[in-house]
Nanobody
């Protein structure tokens, strides 16, 4: 059993920054990859960024150069810079495994709202 708790969401103006945090607890030895996903109203959930236990990272094209994913012990972060209104969504933390950037997410957090105003 793994529990993931997100924090750091909020309202920010376009061009601003936010840092999301995801704290993992429980049977964390089973976790080899963690990632951030987002889901905007009317859209499907999409992968934003992922990181493995070996610190290999993967980013969606629409956030490259703006977002950075990192890990510190049992916490994964998503530093979001140059935010755009299109980034508005509920952001979810996930944990699981990966093989050559093919991820299998077994655990999910409850999500944190990120709203970017024009």
């Amino acid at each position: 059993q793994v529990q993931l708790v997100e924090s750091g969401g909020g309202l920010v103006q376009a061009g601003g920054s936010l840092r999301l945090s995801c704290a993992a607890s429980g049977t964390i030895f089973s976790i080899h990859a963690m990632g951030w996903h987002r889901q905007a109203p009317g859209k499907q959930r999409e992968l934003v960024a992922a990181i493995t236990s070996g610190s290999s990272t993967n980013y969606a094209d629409f956030v490259k150069g703006r977002f950075t994913i990192s890990r510190d012990k049992n916490t994964v972060y998503l530093q979001m810079n140059s935010l755009k209104p299109e980034d508005t969504a509920v952001y979810y933390c996930a944990a699981g495994s990966s093989v050559s950037s093919r991820y299998r997410w077994g655990f999910w957090g409850q999500g944190t709202q990120v709203s970017v105003s024009s």
